[in-house]
C-alpha cells in the first residue's frame, strides 16, 4: 500500500525554524506535483505550498511566502518544507499528498507547535 509519512515537526519558539520531511513509499511519486496542507485546532485543513514533479515550479500561500520554502529529492521520494520565522499562528498539523490530493495517501501528519 502506498503511503505518505511526514515528520520533523515538534515545538519551537516565535522565530524559530523547522525543516519537515514526506516520505513516499513508492516511486510512482517521484511524476507527482506534490503539495504541503496543513490543519489548525477548530480549522479546516488549508493549503501551504505545492512543488511540481521537476521541482521547478513552486507555489505558497501568502501566509506562508518568504518564510517557507519546499523542496523535493526524487531520488530519495522525499519532499520537504523548510520553514522558518516560525509564528504562532503557523502551529498546525501539517500533512502532504499528491496534486490534486488523494483520500488513501493521507497520513497522520505532523505536529507543528510555535510558542509565543
Known amino acids: 500500500q502506498v503511503q505518505l509519512v511526514e515528520s520533523g515537526g515538534g515545538l519551537v519558539q516565535a522565530g524559530g525554524s523547522l525543516r519537515l520531511s514526506c516520505a513516499a513509499s513508492?516511486?510512482?511519486?517521484?511524476?507527482?506535483?506534490m503539495v504541503w496542507f496543513r490543519q489548525a485546532p477548530g480549522k479546516e485543513r488549508e493549503f501551504v505550498a505545492r512543488?511540481?514533479?521537476?521541482?521547478?515550479?513552486?507555489d505558497y500561500a501568502d501566509s506562508v511566502k518568504g518564510r517557507f520554502t519546499i523542496s523535493r529529492d526524487r531520488a530519495k521520494n522525499t519532499m520537504y518544507l523548510q520553514m522558518d520565522s516560525l509564528k504562532p499562528e503557523d502551529t498546525a498539523v501539517y500533512y502532504c499528498?499528491?496534486?490534486?490530493?488523494?483520500?488513501?495517501?493521507w497520513g497522520q501528519g505532523t505536529q507543528v507547535t510555535v510558542s509565543s
Open positions: 499528498n499528491t496534486d490534486p490530493p488523494k483520500i488513501d495517501y
Open positions: 513508492e516511486r510512482t511519486f517521484s511524476s507527482s506535483s
Open positions: 512543488i511540481s514533479w521537476s521541482g521547478g515550479r513552486k
